[in-house]
């Protein structure tokens, strides 16, 4: 794949953990522990990033054929999931994967080869993602029925999340320099604009009401809960996580509703939001040679899935990364590899 573009498209997927633990771990279901494997992360002393004196470079070497994003369980199905995978064999990038795989049976199959960024599986059964021409589509588990449902030319729709009841999708949008967080009812085809600001990193549905998401303000971000039929918007607190922009922005956020708290993660920790408090706490950090790109949660919410960047040093301007996928307890310990 051509370097300098795949390594574009990571970013991309970066705006959208380790501690050595316990590794057993326990979960709902017996088919996906076929594919568990024990994991004991570690700080790295050989990786000393950033030492290069122009802008290092991800080399995506044979050694590792395939990057794993996006990992998102079916709402109906703890036994099956979809992700993309990114070929690191191609010249020209052209588009994600998306894969389903069926961790009972085995089966994996090859849904659409057009992803670009974001995924969300809705208890309809549809499957939304956002394509290389920047539009969203869905598609059955299948692979059949794809079909686009925005059209936007010469702009952006990205990181779909829909409702609870299936019937609404949320995303970002940006139409002629401006960019806005829409809600598509795919029953009517109306679309509410909730906010016009590039401000917003992230968001996701708390019920069928409510939506949440982080916004800048005032060189500060915070956690904000918007009821969408009130427009009543409430700010829970503030995130001061340091570092850089990259590592202080949270890319990731999911509803525990039987915790009754939101899971929500940047690039270097996980925290969790006490919706009855408003306060927060950090339950995991990784170390120096690692990278969240996101967090998912299955709809029970006995399967806490992790997808991680692991950097590996080849000398001061050059890496090679693995993406992987790993699954953790509820609070961020016991952590397993999941091997496709």
Request: proline content about 3%; hydrophobic content about 35%.
């Amino acid at each position: 794949m051509n370097i300098l573009l795949y390594a574009n498209v990571t970013v991309l997927t970066l705006i959208l953990l380790g501690c050595k633990v316990d590794p057993s771990i326990t979960i709902n279901q017996t088919c996906m522990e076929s594919h568990l494997i024990n994991y004991f992360p570690s700080e790295d002393p050989s990786y000393n990033c950033c030492n290069c004196p122009v802008d290092w470079q991800e080399v995506y070497s044979g050694g590792i054929p395939f990057d794993y994003f996006y990992p998102c369980l079916n709402p109906n199905n703890n036994d099956q999931m979809v992700y993309y995978r990114g070929d690191n064999s191609q010249i020209w990038f052209s588009g994600f994967q998306i894969y389903r795989i069926d961790f009972c049976s085995n089966e994996t199959i090859l849904l659409v080869d057009n992803a670009f960024y974001g995924i969300d599986w809705s208890k309809s059964g549809w499957i939304f993602y956002t394509a290389v021409d920047q539009n969203i589509y869905k598609v059955k588990d299948n692979g059949d029925s794809l079909t686009q449902i925005t059209f936007t030319t010469g702009g952006y729709n990205r990181y779909p999340k829909t409702s609870p009841s299936g019937n609404k999708v949320m995303y970002q949008s940006e139409v002629e320099g401006i960019t806005s967080l829409l809600i598509l009812d795919l029953l009517s085809g109306t679309v509410d604009t909730i906010e016009t600001t590039p401000a917003i990193f992230t968001w996701n549905w708390l019920d069928n009401d409510r939506i949440f998401y982080t916004k800048r303000e005032n060189n500060t971000q915070g956690l904000f809960i918007f009821n969408v039929y009130t427009r009543q918007e409430k700010k829970l607190h503030d995130i001061s996580l340091g570092g850089g922009s990259l590592n202080s922005k949270v890319i990731s956020a999911i509803p525990l509703l039987n915790e009754n708290s939101i899971l929500w993660c940047s690039s270097k920790v996980i925290g969790k939001t006490n919706l009855s408090t408003g306060n927060y706490s950090i339950i995991l950090k990784t170390f120096k040679q690692e990278l969240l790109l996101g967090i998912s949660v299955s709809n029970d919410e006995s399967i806490f899935l992790l997808n991680k960047r692991t950097m590996h040093q080849i000398d001061d301007c050059y890496i090679d990364s693995n993406y992987d996928f790993f699954i953790v307890d509820k609070n961020g310990n016991k952590q397993k590899k999941l091997v496709l």
